[in-house]
Every structure is written in structure tokens, then in C-alpha cells.
């Protein structure tokens, strides 16, 4: 399994160096960023694409809660854990309502936080069944249909390079990304515009008239 990418986002630093020196102890965790709000988190993810997002609930300026829905509407495939030191199931509740994967309290042994973050990264994190039902009766309303053209202006700049036939490393190097940062936006695209592969997303960009049936096509 490849190394999963971390920002950590609480706004007491003993926390931060708490939440680092756990992750520390497995070697599938690697810490790529630490900041000290919601805003900040934003930016970081834009910018840097992480795998996993650990987001305090409550934070001076915006809080983890809202950040957290503005991050899973335009990155859809980045898991967030919400950390806080409450065990009220409403919270619980709210962070699920905004896309969050799960909850860890602070106080909780070192070894439950690395069981549990194993669980949401491999998608087989549990839930009791009271949880689970409580769940159900909140999530009862029919969902709406999401918007189907929603990309960023940097997606849109990945999905033409893929859609030219370019693969991961090469259209991060035409684009000045990283190849594992082309390879989450594609996540992203691809859950964006519920397609399931690169020969989806090439057909959307044709139809877009993004890209020809001879490749790329500029602006």
C-alpha cells in the first residue's frame, strides 16, 4: 500500500504534536502538512491534494465542521477524520452530514487511532449498529442529484492532458504537479462527473470540445 498523505488541522500546537508523534509510530503515515485552521486547511488542499485530512471540530474563525463541506464539495475523494475531545453524537452526526469518513477523540489510546485511520484508508472502517441506525433515520431524506459540471479551472487543465493521452507523470510535468497530485485530481474528476475511467473522461472532454479526436485543443 502506498504511503498515505496526512494534514493535520487543529489550532493548539500540544495537539498538533500530539496527533504527528502518533501518526510517527506507522510507517504508512506520512505527515505533509500542519496548520491551525479551516481557511488554511482549504488552501492546503488545493494546492497540495493530500489523501487524509485529520480536522479539528472546533477551531477559532471557521470551524472544522465547515471547512470540512467546503473541502469534500470541490475534493470529493479526500477522507476527513474529524478529531475533538466530545463524544456527542450530534457532532458525530453534523461532520457525517459534511462528508467526513469518521471521528476520533483525543483521548483515545495511540494504538486505537492508528487501528481506526488503517480502517478509513483500506474503506473498512466500522460502525456499531446503533450508530449505524442512528445514521439511517438522519440520512433518511433522499439525496439530490449532484451537478455534473463543477470542475476547477486546474481540473479541467489535468482532464485535457489525460483526455490527449498523456499519462499521470507526463501531464505533471507539462502542468508542474507531481504525478501522485494528477493522480487525486483524477480521483476527484472522476467522482465529480460519476464517470469510471480514463475512456469516460476522454469522451466528456470531446464532447466538452476540450480536446479533438487528434488530441489536445488550446483555449
Request: proline share 3%.
Amino acid at each position: 500500500m502506498n504511503r498515505c498523505r496526512v494534514l493535520v488541522v487543529d489550532d493548539h500546537k500540544h495537539a498538533q504534536e500530539a496527533i504527528c508523534d502518533i501518526l510517527s509510530t506507522d510507517p504508512l503515515f506520512e505527515v505533509v502538512g500542519v496548520v491551525s485552521s479551516g481557511s488554511e486547511a482549504i488552501a492546503f488542499t488545493e494546492q497540495w491534494m493530500p489523501d487524509l485530512i485529520l480536522m479539528d471540530i472546533r477551531m477559532s474563525g471557521m470551524s472544522g465542521l465547515e471547512a470540512t463541506g467546503r473541502i469534500k464539495v470541490a475534493y470529493p475523494y479526500v477522507k476527513i477524520i474529524m478529531i475533538t475531545v466530545s463524544d456527542d453524537i450530534a457532532y458525530l452526526l453534523e461532520a457525517l452530514k459534511q462528508g467526513a469518513q469518521g471521528y476520533l477523540l483525543k483521548n483515545l489510546a495511540p494504538s486505537t487511532w492508528i487501528e481506526y485511520l488503517k480502517s478509513v484508508v483500506s474503506e473498512e472502517a466500522p460502525l456499531s449498529r446503533e450508530l449505524a441506525f442512528q445514521i439511517l433515520k438522519e440520512f433518511s431524506a433522499p439525496a439530490s442529484e449532484p451537478e455534473n459540471d463543477t470542475l476547477t479551472i486546474r481540473e479541467r487543465e489535468i482532464l485535457r492532458q489525460v483526455a490527449s493521452g498523456l499519462t499521470n507523470r507526463e501531464a505533471g510535468e507539462v502542468l508542474g504537479i507531481s504525478e501522485h497530485t494528477v493522480k487525486n485530481h483524477l480521483k476527484n474528476i472522476l467522482q465529480k462527473l460519476q464517470l469510471q475511467n480514463r475512456v469516460q473522461l476522454t469522451r466528456y472532454a470531446m464532447e466538452k470540445g476540450w480536446v479533438g479526436k487528434d488530441g489536445f485543443k488550446g483555449e
